[in-house]
């Protein structure tokens, strides 16, 4: 059942990054040395919500630009429980012979229900990866919970992690921080029962 399942979601994954990289001359050229949420057009958004399970699933698209060379483009999933990580279930890297600038996509999806699985598939430099997490997580539907990802563009510095999305979960009221607080003090992810977290760093 579990391959049939990554196999669906690789898949869904595929065909999303495949059609929205081939539409992207449509979106506007975003900053240098920098990554952003995808600006979708129309025909883009539709292709999303096509291979999207309402109510279930949660696809994100990132766009990625530098003008500075990198060795190392890396992406991936965090598992935090009362503020201590837990657990990396999935992840891609992308490692260059020779540094070089980086443009490329990044697609995400999470899947929610019944229980939560993440596949991330970027491409860069000519390059495509892809990963699914191989266990699923299962988090108490009684938990108060929020998520959000990155709204506006964020500068892309060697060596540096940067959060691109966060869904929070714990006990009664829920406290919810911009995503630079987070990078800036880790330590509020102490104030909830699970933090699942996606993050990216581009290294020379």
């Not at 690789?10 to 050229?29: K, M, P, Q, R, W």
């Not at 020779?98 to 699985?117: E, F």
């Not at 509020?188 to 996606?198: K, M, Q, R």
Request: hydrophobic share 40%; charged share 20%.
């Amino acid at each position: 059942m579990w391959k049939q399942k990554a196999l669906i979601i690789t898949f869904a994954a595929a065909l999303i990054i495949s059609c929205v990289a081939g539409c992207s001359a449509d979106n506007t050229e975003i900053p240098q040395n920098t990554i952003k949420l995808s600006d979708l057009n129309a025909d883009q958004q539709d292709i999303v919500d096509l291979v999207t399970i309402p109510n279930a699933q949660e696809v994100l698209i990132f766009d990625f630009n530098t003008e500075e060379a990198f060795n190392n483009v890396e992406f991936w999933v965090e598992i935090h429980r009362n503020g201590k990580l837990a657990d990396r279930p999935a992840g891609v890297v992308t490692i260059l012979d020779k540094a070089d600038s980086q443009s490329g996509r990044l697609a995400v999806i999470i899947t929610q229900k019944p229980n939560y699985r993440w596949m991330l598939s970027v491409v860069t430099s000519g390059t495509r990866s892809s990963h699914a997490s191989t266990a699923e997580f299962v988090v108490d539907s009684a938990l108060a919970s929020a998520s959000g990802v990155i709204e506006d563009a964020v500068t892309i510095e060697d060596g540096e992690e940067i959060i691109l999305y966060t869904a929070l979960f714990t006990t009664g009221g829920i406290t919810v921080y911009d995503h630079k607080t987070f990078q800036e003090r880790p330590e509020l992810l102490s104030e909830y029962t699970y933090a699942h977290v996606i993050k990216c760093k581009f290294t020379k």
